[in-house]
Structures are given as C-alpha cells and as structure tokens.
C-alpha cells in the first residue's frame, strides 16, 4: 500500500532552521507530484509548497517564499522541505501529499498523505 512517513519535525526557536522530510513507498514516485501542507491550531490545512514530477518547476505559498526551499530525490524516493528563518506563526502540523500530473496548490487534488509532523517555533 502507498505510504508517506514525515519527519524532521521539532521545537525550534524563531530565526532557527529545520529540514523535514517525507519517504513515499508503494507507489512509482517520479511520476507524482508532490505538495507540503500544514495545519495549525484551530486553523484550516493550508497550502506551503509543491515541486513537480522531475523537480524541475517549484511554487511557494507567499507566506513561506524565500525562506522554505522544496526539493526532491527521485532515486531515494524522498522530497524535502528546508525551513528557515522559522517563525512563531509557522508553528503548524506538516503534511506531505502525493498528487498525480502536475503541482497544484489543491489540497483536495492530493490523493495521499503522510501522518505529518510537529514543528513548534518559539518565540
């Protein structure tokens, strides 16, 4: 079956940096694209990031450009997420999801994910 394992999450103090990344198995991953999402506290699911099926195009939520850079190793069947300069208001749940053709910022689009991850940024 198709999974998707998050990890890398953490508590980190505002200014500081994490990587997270999502393992896909059980499916043929170069031929998805792949979105990171988050929620946090009393919030909706909220787009962050997505790279497409070769890595070669990227798009970025606006609360998030410049700072989070996605990428993705089709041989290791992985895709990341660096995070830095974290703030306080990026403290959320981090998903990834699995989406066949090309990046969408649709969550509703994504025909899997991951369980997420925990980052906490204080201030």
């Known amino acids: 079956q198709v999974q998707l394992v998050e990890s890398g999450g953490g508590l980190v103090q505002a200014g500081g940096s994490l990587r997270l990344s999502c393992a896909a198995s059980?499916?043929?991953?170069?031929?998805?694209?792949m979105g990171w999402f988050r929620q946090a506290p009393g919030k909706e699911r909220e787009f962050v990031a997505a790279i497409s099926r070769s890595g070669s195009s990227t798009v970025y939520a606006d609360s998030v450009k410049g700072r989070f850079t996605i990428s993705r190793d089709n041989a290791k069947n992985t895709v990341a997420l660096q995070m830095d300069s974290l703030k306080p208001e990026d403290t959320a749940v981090y998903y990834c999801g699995a989406k066949t053709g090309a990046t969408s910022q649709r969550q509703n689009l994504y025909d899997y994910w991951g369980q997420g991850t925990q980052v906490t940024v204080s201030s």
């Open positions: 059980g499916l043929t991953f170069s031929s998805r694209s």
